[in-house]
T-cell receptor, first 112, second 116 residues
Framework: KQEVTQIPAALSVPEGENLVLNCSFT??????LQWFRQDPGKGLTSLLL?????REQTSGRLNASLDKSSGRSTLYIAASQPGDSATYLC???????????FGSGTRLLVRP | GAGVSQSPRYKVAKRGQDVALRCDPI?????LFWYQQALGQGPEFLTY????????KSGLPSDRFFAERPEGSVSTLKIQRTQQEDSAVYLC??????????????FGPGTRLTVL
């Protein structure tokens, strides 16, 4: 059974810091991995989608990497801003399924 | 174009009441998904539709939960005789295709259900 784990569960950093969020999954037979952002009381906003054949994706200050063989992904946020404060969710899409399997998320607070 | 919309955004129900949650997917999207997100947790899969066909309902927690998509567009998630443990955010997502090649899912804002 696929399990997705995110570490840390919560993170508080001062504005301007570079930070890394971690995601691990137990079954390497994934089709893709997706990072989402969720603001309080809001739905999910897709940040980056990495296909299993890719190693990384970049969008602005965000960079996501994927190491399928070791079952790990990282989301790197450069020069963090208070507006980055949100919960970040990692999800994997299995080869054999259409279901997204989510981690529990990392709650990020960027202090001014 | 419009994204996925859900209504109501908030619903408070007394224990034992029936509720109906609506999802309007992105126009033309074939696949539709329902997820349940408990407080402090990631979303968990409930059910999947391909057009009007419900292909997977393995995530529905009990027979009190029922979902339909009669015309292959709008979907309704119904919960009968609500219980306190049903309190959660219910998220709807849609995606363009039926194959894994088009599987990026776009999420709605969710309906926050509180059962008193």
């Amino acid at each position: 059974k696929q399990e997705v784990t995110q570490i840390p569960a919560a993170l508080s950093v001062p504005e301007g810091e570079n930070l890394v969020l971690n995601c691990s999954f137990t079954d390497s037979a994934i089709y893709n991995l997706q990072w989402f952002r969720q603001d309080p009381g809001k739905g999910l906003t897709s940040l980056l989608l990495i296909q299993s054949s890719q190693r990384e994706q970049t969008s602005g200050r965000l960079n996501a990497s994927l190491d399928k063989s070791s079952g790990r992904s990282t989301l790197y946020i450069a020069a963090s801003q208070p507006g980055d404060s949100a919960t970040y969710l990692c999800a994997v899409f299995l080869d054999s399924s259409y279901k997204l399997i989510f981690g529990s998320g990392t709650r990020l607070l960027v202090r001014p | 174009g419009a994204g996925v919309s859900q209504s109501p955004r908030y619903k408070v129900a007394k224990r034992g009441q029936d509720v109906a949650l609506r999802c309007d997917p992105i126009s033309g999207h074939v696949s539709l998904f329902w997820y349940q997100q408990a407080l402090g947790q990631g979303p968990e899969f409930l059910t999947y539709f391909q057009n009007e066909a419900q292909l997977d309902k393995s995530g529905l927690p009990s027979d009190r939960f029922f979902a339909e998509r009669p015309e292959g567009s709008v979907s309704t998630l119904k919960i009968q005789r609500t219980q306190q443990e049903d309190s959660a955010v219910y998220l709807c997502a849609s995606s363009l295709g039926v194959t894994t090649a088009y599987n990026e899912q776009f999420f709605g804002p969710g309906t926050r259900l509180t059962v008193l």
